[in-house]
């Protein structure tokens, strides 16, 4: 292990540990406000069924939150923490924000290479079905942890589900 990235990193996740909670109940009951007072989200630009799902989970503040927490729970998983040895975890956030964002209805800026590019060096090192599964738990739990709606993280996760085969290179 490296401490002269694992120390930054430590401390970048404490910090978030921290701070992180007191956003994510705020965006949490935004969510709920929103999905509970539709004569509220009508006041709104859009409208629930226009509303993108990036809209409907609280927009860029969500999907920072988001990100922050799932790689918390990812690089505290012992049986994917591997895949993700030597990753600059700052640009690996970045790229996943982006491609969230994007899938979820939000601003096009993902400029990375597509699924099976990405991931063919991973399938080298054994990437597999279980190893996919245990990175959707991770988005699962993360979804719910920051209070989305079960129909959203239904939606999310299906996405999510799509690009198996590309990840896994078949």
Request: charged content about 20%.
């Amino acid at each position: 292990m490296h401490f002269d990235t694992f120390i930054p990193a430590f401390i970048l996740f404490a910090v978030i540990g921290l701070i992180l909670p007191i956003v994510l109940s705020n965006i949490a009951e935004k969510g709920r406000n929103f999905t509970q007072e539709p004569e509220a989200a009508a006041d709104s630009p859009a409208t629930a069924e226009e509303a993108s799902v990036y809209e409907q989970i609280g927009g860029a503040a969500a999907v920072d939150a988001a990100v922050d927490v799932f790689y918390r729970r990812v690089l505290a998983d012992a049986y994917v923490v591997h895949f993700f040895e030597g990753v600059d975890m700052e640009k690996q956030a970045a790229k996943q924000n982006a491609f969230l964002t994007m899938v979820m209805g939000g601003p096009h800026n993902y400029t990375g290479k597509d699924m099976r590019e990405g991931h063919k060096h991973l399938v080298k090192m054994g990437l597999n079905d279980t190893h996919f599964d245990h990175i959707l738990m991770h988005l699962r739990a993360t979804l719910a942890e920051l209070g989305v709606p079960e129909n959203l993280i239904q939606t999310i996760i299906g996405v999510a589900e799509s690009t198996r085969d590309d990840v896994l290179n078949r």
